[in-house]
């Protein structure tokens, strides 16, 4: 069965501090991760895709790393800001589907 | 270029009554899928349409059914509704013909049902 896990559930850290968001997956066979920002009771908003071939992707302040053989992603977020604060959820696509089938979210705060 | 865009915002029905929802996709995208979200969750697959015809559909039952047009907007139909369907109801587009790669969501429908 594919399915997606993010750890820790939530995360709690002071303004400025580096971090990074945990994301696993059981099947090595990923056409692509996607990470995305969800605001409290609003829509996903994407910040950056991976393709299978590809090992890393940055945006600003945000890298996102890939690691099919070891079944894991991370989201690196340096020098946090109070903005930073919502859910983050990981989505994988596996094989050649249209589907993405997310973990369950790191709820990050960052506190001023 | 515009966004998703998904209507209603809210919605509250009740059990057994059926609910239609629609999403706008962005501009130039021609697949819509269809996710539920329920509450401290990660979406759910629902369904997702190209080209005015379903291409894959998730672990939900035939109560939930869609529809995509020819502008490529989209209809969510839920008939007979439970108290489990009360969630966040979000809509995506992307572009086959751009590889379908980056999936753009909607703001979503909030839908209770009492």
């Known amino acids: 069965k594919q399915e997606v896990t993010q750890i820790p559930a939530a995360l709690s850290v002071p303004e400025g501090e580096n971090l990074v968001l945990n994301c696993s997956f059981t099947d090595s066979a990923i056409y692509n991760l996607q990470w995305f920002r969800q605001d409290p009771g609003k829509g996903l908003t994407s910040l950056l895709l991976i393709q299978s071939s590809q090992r890393e992707q940055t945006s600003g302040r945000l890298n996102a790393s890939l690691d099919k053989s070891s079944g894991r992603s991370t989201l690196y977020i340096a020098a946090s800001q109070p903005g930073d604060s919502a859910t983050y959820l990981c989505?994988?696509?596996?094989?050649?589907?249209?589907?993405?089938?997310f973990g369950q979210g790191t709820t990050l705060q960052v506190k001023p | 270029e515009t966004g998703v865009t998904q209507s209603p915002t809210h919605l509250i029905k009740t059990r057994g009554q059926q609910v239609t929802l629609r999403c706008s996709s962005q501009?130039?995208?021609?697949?819509v899928s269809w996710y539920q979200q329920a509450l401290g969750q990660g979406p759910q697959f629902i369904f997702q349409y190209y080209r005015e015809e379903e291409n894959g559909r998730g672990n939900f039952p035939p109560r939930f059914s869609g529809l995509q047009f020819p502008n490529y907007s989209s209809e969510l139909n839920v008939n007979a509704l439970e108290l489990d369907d009360s969630a966040l109801y979000l809509c995506a587009s992307s572009s086959m013909l751009q590889g379908g790669d980056t999936q753009y969501f909607g703001p979503g429908t909030r839908l209770t049902v009492l």
């Open positions: 989505a994988v696509r596996f094989g050649n589907t249209g589907k993405l089938i």
């Open positions: 501009s130039g995208h021609n697949t």
